[in-house]
């Protein structure tokens, strides 16, 4: 398989149902990598998951008609703790945020052909798009195969951890990386 026969796009709420269900196979394939926890996800309603997807933008991505993988894009809030280390030149134009990069996946079927980076492309052309001078994620500390991606893909640490409590789970031990937006981006979604 090759990154050409994938088709990344923003879903829609009527596809609620789909975004679920890869999020839940995410939850099952790694528990230990997402804030949230599958029986919290399971728990939540149709009205529920067609609010989030309304609220931010979710990216699927497809081959061959499957979902293949998953990629939400939220506004990050402000900091709590030390500013982060990778910013754009210059103070940032007026009201803009940063976005922050959450409930990335991509199924072990295509993990390592691309899909992963179309879909951080997807979240990247959003905060891009915005005019977000920078896009965040957290990353859990243990997981080398995903922070050695996300070095890939231009992002860096910024000298930020937490503890993320979840209920009924271990919290995650996790470092903040960030990448500025304006920089060389990842191959982009498909419309």
């Given at each position: 398989m090759e990154a050409s026969d994938v088709q990344v796009r923003r879903?829609?709420?009527?596809?609620?149902?789909?975004?679920?269900?890869?999020?839940?196979?995410?939850?099952?394939?790694?528990?230990?990598?997402?804030?949230?926890?599958?029986?919290?996800?399971?728990?939540?309603?149709?009205?529920?998951?067609?609010?989030?997807?309304?609220?931010?933008?979710?990216?699927?991505?497809?081959?061959?008609?499957?979902?293949?993988?998953?990629?939400?894009?939220?506004?990050?809030?402000?900091?709590?703790?030390p500013p982060a280390a990778v910013a754009p030149p210059g103070p940032p134009a007026r009201g803009l945020r940063a976005w922050h990069l959450v409930s990335m996946w991509?199924?072990?079927?295509?993990?390592?052909?691309?899909?992963?980076?179309?879909?951080?492309?997807?979240?990247?052309?959003?905060?891009?798009a915005v005019g977000a001078p920078q896009i965040t994620l957290w990353v859990t500390v243990g997981n080398a195969r995903a922070r050695a991606f996300y070095r890939r893909m231009g992002f860096t640490p910024t000298g930020r951890r937490q503890a993320y409590p979840r209920e009924g789970?271990?919290?995650?031990?996790?470092?903040?990386?960030?990448?500025?937006?304006r920089s060389a981006a990842p191959p982009t979604a498909t419309p």
């Open positions: 879903a829609r709420p009527d596809e609620w149902a789909t975004v679920r269900d890869v999020r839940l196979a995410a939850l099952a394939d790694a528990p230990d990598a997402f804030a949230s926890t599958l029986s919290r996800e399971l728990a939540r309603t149709e009205p529920q998951w067609r609010s989030r997807i309304t609220a931010w933008p979710w990216f699927l991505a497809w081959h061959a008609g499957t979902p293949a993988g998953l990629v939400a894009a939220v506004p990050d809030q402000p900091a709590s703790g991509v199924s072990p079927r295509v993990r390592g052909t691309g899909v992963a980076d179309l879909l951080v492309g997807a979240a990247v052309d959003h905060a891009r789970a271990d919290a995650l031990d996790e470092e903040e990386f960030a990448r500025p937006v």
